[in-house]
């Protein structure tokens, strides 16, 4: 009768996710508040530990963009990642390197897949605004707007090759960017490029379970807005209120503009953290179909609607719904 049993706590807890008995007999435990079984708790302690994973060798290769900048690099290299920089020295160019090897390792072991980028991810980072706006009129073939564009933003690129430039921006900065994009270039080799919600939202949760930072995004982070309390939206340890207090008055973004949105220009910052808890829900509650869900996401034309119908067997409602019920337990004692 064991599997009987199990399945009718599993079926409690869907409709009520903080039913305290039902967690337990299903062997769950919580962790920052969320019930959760102990290998997602582990898995999560073991992403927040960076200390295992590799920093690579220094690279005495040449470099075609420090020649074509006319700069100096110091480069790194480890087996999935190239860190070069006119400004930074080998020490700190370790420590990014570590932390891009590990959130390579972890992504790969959330989701139980296979070398995901098929090139070395080669990171640049630059001294100034000035070799910023040197690597766009050197690199960038769009039209002289578009360039004025980039030379306005913080980095410019994707994947296999990214820029960014440090100026007087903390450590903390360029340790965010290291797994955000790599998470993003990942999410994206998983499940195609049109659900931004999961490109972000999955960025977003490995930089926040890596790094408890959202320094960067894709998306306007900056300010307070007008929900969640006034709470700071760059701030991953506000993102508990900010979600509660929407629920609490009823101004969560509507899911379907979470999911639809096609170009970053029409995401913000509070649909960028729904998609974050949207996908959290998700690996805590159904990791099991999660990556058949990414899969089949990748092969459809739109942005998952199909695929939570498909393989979770949930329309677009009832997926807020289930969400909706689960983030009022989850996030039940933030403050």
């Given amino acids: 009768m064991k599997p009987e049993a199990e399945a009718a706590w599993r079926r409690a807890v869907e409709f009520a996710p903080g039913y305290e008995a ?17 290998a997602e708790k582990a898995l999560r302690a ?3 530990d960076i200390t295992k994973a ?3 060798a220094e690279d005495a290769g040449k470099s075609e963009v420090a020649e074509k900048l006319a700069v100096t690099f110091t480069r ?3 087996d999935h990642f190239l860190l070069e920089s006119s400004c930074l020295d080998t020490k ?3 420590d990014l390197v570590q932390r891009a090897e590990h959130c390579f390792a972890m992504f790969h072991k959330v989701f139980g897949a296979k070398e995901l980028l098929k090139e070395k991810y080669d990171i640049i980072l630059l001294k100034d605004k000035t070799e910023h706006d040197k690597y766009i009129d050197t690199y960038h073939k769009g039209t002289a707007e578009q360039k004025e564009f980039s030379k306005k933003q913080s980095g410019w690129g994707g994947y296999p090759r990214h820029e960014s430039y440090v100026g007087t921006r903390p450590v903390s900065s360029q340790q965010d960017f290291v797994v955000h994009y790599p998470a993003q270039a990942m999410m994206g080799a998983m499940s195609g490029g049109k659900a931004l919600w999961l490109l972000e939202g999955g960025a977003l949760w490995f930089t926040n379970a890596i790094e408890d930072t959202a320094i960067w995004a894709c998306v306007d982070m900056a300010g307070t807005g007008g929900g969640g309390g006034g709470r700071n939206k760059r701030d991953p340890k506000n993102w508990g209120i900010i979600i509660k207090t929407w629920l609490a008055e009823g101004k969560d973004p509507a899911i379907d ?10 995401f913000d910052g509070d649909e960028a953290i729904k998609a974050w808890s949207l996908l959290d829900f998700l690996m805590i509650e159904h990791k099991e179909k999660l990556v058949k869900f990414l899969a089949d996401v990748k092969i459809q034309k739109d942005n998952g609607e199909k695929s939570i119908q498909a393989i979770l067997g949930w329309t677009l409602e009832e997926f807020d719904l289930r969400w909706r019920t689960w983030a009022r337990a989850a996030y039940e004692n933030a403050k």
């Fill in 76 to 78: 790194r290299a480890s």
């Fill in 54 to 56: 590799p920093q690579g």
């Fill in 46 to 48: 073991e992403i927040a």
């Fill in 257 to 266: 503009g979470v999911l639809k949105c096609t170009k970053w220009s029409e």
């Fill in 22 to 38: 039902a967690r337990k007999k299903l062997g769950c435990e919580l962790n920052g508040g969320i019930w959760m079984l102990p």
């Fill in 92 to 94: 700190a160019l370790a």
